[in-house]
C-alpha cells in the first residue's frame, strides 16, 4: 500500500463531478487500499477519491480514525436514498487547509453502493458517521464543506487561501 498526494483547493478536480465506477477489478481494490492508507495517515475520518487525483465515484470512511478495523467502509457509487433530522457539527477537510466551521447536514442518512467485492450494501449512519457519509458523497459532486457555510466565510477564506498561494505558501 502507499500514502497517496492529497489535492487542495483549489484543485479543479475538487470541483469536477465524479464519474460512476464501471468495474471493480484490481486497479479500484488497490486504490481503495491507498485511499484507506491515506486517510488513516491523514488522522481524517474520510477520503473520496477525487481528492486524491481519481475522479471517480468511490469514498471510505473510518469513524474510528483507524482504532478499529470493522468500522472501515467502502463505498463504490454511493447515493443517499433517506435522510432526516438535522444536525450541526464543526467539520473540517484533508483538502480544505486550514479551515473548521460548523454546517448543519440531516442527522441520519441511509446509503446504498457496492462494496470491493461487487455486493450491494445498505448502511444506515448516525451522528458523525452520517456527517462523514455526507461530507464525502459531497466531494462526488465537486462540492466542499464550506459551500454549506456562509458566503461571507467562504468568500473570506477563498480570499484568504489564494493570497497564500500567490506568496508562495
Ligand atoms: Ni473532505
Known sequence: M???????FPDPVLRARAADVEKIDDRIRKLA?????TMHHA???GLA???VGESIRMVVIDTSAGENPDEILILINPVIVQSDGEAS???GCLSVPELRERVTRAERVKVQGYDLAGRAVEV????LLAIAIQHELDHLEG???FDHISRLKRS???AKRKKQLVEGG
Open 89 to 91: 457539527c464543526e467539520e
Open 49 to 51: 477519491a477525487p481528492q
Open 124 to 127: 444506515v449512519g448516525e451522528e
Open 143 to 145: 462540492v466542499l464543506f
Open 2 to 8: 502507499s500514502i497517496l498526494e492529497i489535492l487542495q
Open 156 to 158: 473570506r477564506y477563498i
Open 43 to 45: 488522522e481524517g475520518v
Open 33 to 37: 487500499a491507498d485511499m484507506i492508507e
